[in-house]
């Protein structure tokens, strides 16, 4: 039987404590992302233990679930877009100064994290991998989003909104930070082509986020796959068990 355990970490920087969700004893460590405003149980729930199950129970990968910010953030249509994107710097000092420091120590020092997620999810693995490479040198994205003004914002642009946006800090990334992305990171993009990855916007920002990293010569791949793999469940599971596994 699988090994999973719950924790609850402090949360300093968005209040309280929040729960992390770990599955497996040994291997390398992934940090995932639920979909949008889903929890750090959406993994275990929507049968990705069960997809995984060979490589996690083998000791090749461990997996991390963390839950979402986004009614805080992203989702809260109420607030323009600044005030989303700073929410979503809170969350980020969360991932990064409690979050990570437990999966170093639950992996026994390693510090070769990859970060992975579906939907928004892959969303936030993109972003946390570019702002961040000295902390994640991958990431695998499912199904992904990635320019937060076309999730029914408004309001002003400001540097917040900026530094939260890969599709309009990464064109204009140049220098010792742009070599730095060049040496330390590798991005794995994977959409479908059936139902709900063109109404999301899925397909179509996938695609121009892969060609902004190929302006960029940062290191990549994009797999589309064909129209039976819609914007949902049954696809994240089979496109899991190809590519997560690789990692280990």
């Known amino acids: 039987m699988t090994r999973t355990e719950h924790h609850r970490l402090d949360s300093p920087s968005i209040k309280g404590t929040r729960e992390v969700v770990v ?106 991998a570019l702002r961040h490479a000295h902390v994640f040198t991958r990431a695998v994205a499912f199904s992904g989003s990635y320019d937060p003004w076309n999730w029914h914002a408004w309001g002003d642009s400001d540097d917040d909104t900026d530094l939260t946006n890969p599709m309009q800090f990464l064109p204009r990334t140049y220098g010792g930070h742009l070599d730095h992305l060049r040496a330390s990171l590798y991005l794995t993009l994977v959409v479908g082509s059936g139902q709900w990855e063109d109404s999301t916007g899925s397909l179509d920002s996938t695609r121009r986020l892969a060609a902004v990293l190929a302006d960029k010569q940062i290191a990549h791949e994009i797999y589309v796959w064909d129209s039976q793999w819609p914007h949902d469940w049954p696809s994240w599971r089979a496109q899991a068990a190809v590519y997560l596994p690789l990692l280990g």
């Open 23 to 128: 599955h497996g004893h040994w291997g390398r460590p992934i940090l995932w992302f639920p979909s949008e405003g889903a929890g750090a149980d959406e993994f275990e729930n929507n049968g990705m233990v069960d997809a995984l199950r060979e490589a996690i129970d083998g000791g090749r990968i461990k997996v991390f679930c963390v839950p979402s910010y986004d009614e805080q953030s992203w989702s809260a249509r109420d607030k323009p877009q600044g005030e989303r994107a700073r929410a979503h710097r809170r969350y980020e000092d969360w991932i990064i100064w409690q979050v990570v420091p437990f999966v170093r120590d639950s992996c026994g020092g390693r510090d070769d994290i990859v970060t992975a997620g579906i939907s928004l999810g892959a969303f936030h693995a993109v972003l946390f």
